[in-house]
């Protein structure tokens, strides 16, 4: 029988598809929150399965940064 897929395993394999993302345009994509988000992502970054790669820019405020999974990985 296959296992459900954690939260964080979906966002994990939504950032190798997409390469570069934002965690702004994966919370829009997946129909979470913000908040939400920003918790898989830091478990994540915790974990180091992925890394932010560089900031986005445009706007006013703190600015997004880039997320891909870690090439050391591959």
Same mark, same amino acid.
């Given at each position: 029988?296959?296992? @459900? #897929?954690?939260?964080?395993?979906?966002?994990f394999w939504h950032i190798?598809?997409?390469?570069?993302?934002?965690? &702004?345009d994966l919370a829009d994509?997946l129909g979470v929150s913000?908040?939400?988000? @920003? #918790?898989?992502?830091?478990?994540?970054?915790?974990?180091?399965?992925?890394?932010?790669?560089?900031?986005?820019? &445009?706007?006013?405020?703190?600015?997004?940064?880039?997320?891909?999974?870690?090439?050391?990985?591959?």
């Amino acid at each position: 029988m296959r296992r @459900s #897929r954690t939260f964080e395993e979906v966002v994990f394999w939504h950032i190798y598809d997409c390469q570069h993302c934002l965690r &702004g345009d994966l919370a829009d994509r997946l129909g979470v929150s913000p908040a939400t988000m @920003s #918790r898989a992502v830091a478990l994540l970054l915790d974990r180091e399965l992925v890394v932010e790669t560089g900031v986005a820019g &445009g706007g006013v405020g703190r600015k997004p940064h880039w997320l891909q999974v870690n090439p050391k990985l591959a």
